[in-house]
């Protein structure tokens, strides 16, 4: 059998690192994306894993990264960096430089990054997972807390479905995913799930879609959710 290969964009911390580690022990070909590599500690020190320099809010970088992982088509892309912004308990609409820093890592990093890997996830028949969140779905939205994180993840579910629309008729599948509420930096203490368990439960997830599946939202569980 082939060596599956992935591609993360931002493995550094939480889920994304969690995700280079369980496909390593996998025996995958991990590319794992970061924008300081430096700083990526852990990471580091996960064998089996090829660090790569990947800032998602950078084209440049982006280029840079998909020239670099040029070599094999990916079987799996997972767009996994992203940023919380203000934590907001009302609505408040965010200053110039919080809603350019969300929306720039939320939305924009995965419509580039979802480009330019998309050929080489259609190469191999693969898949690209968006790392959504629940809290991006409109019919599930109650009240108005983290209003700006919330845009942010409603916008990229429009971008992971017309990525779906795009590149599923082309032989890719394309799926949202939310990973539960999860302790990580993001995530907090008090969070529902360990990492560990929502990169097992999302993994299930990702090997059992497949064409039907293109352009669905789930849980980790693989439960649907609304959008
Ligand atoms: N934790 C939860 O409960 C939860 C719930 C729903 C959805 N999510 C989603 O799950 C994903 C991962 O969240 P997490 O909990 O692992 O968050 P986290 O612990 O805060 O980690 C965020 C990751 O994104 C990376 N990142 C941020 N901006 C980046 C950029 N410009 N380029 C490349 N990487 C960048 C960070 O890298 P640096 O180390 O360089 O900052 C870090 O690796 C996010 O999309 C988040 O919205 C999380």
Redesign the pocket.
Known sequence: MTRKTVLI?????????EFARQYAIQGWKVYA????PA??TELLRVKGVEVLP????SANSIAGAAWHADEDPLNLLIV?????GPETTSFLAPGDADFDAVMR??VL?PMRVIQAFADSVIGARGTIAV?????GSISGARGSKGLL?RAS?AAVNMVAKCAANEYGPRGATVVTL?????K????GPN?EIE?YDSVVGMRGVLERVGPAENGGYFNYDGTPITW
């Open positions: 964009a931002g493995a550094s911390r939480g889920i994304g690192l994306g970061v924008r300081t700083k990526a990947l800032d998602v809010t996994c960096a992203g940023l919380y890592t939320n990093g790392i959504s969140s629940e809290m994180y993840k939310h990973p539960g509420w999860v990580t930096d993001m995530g969070a990492a």
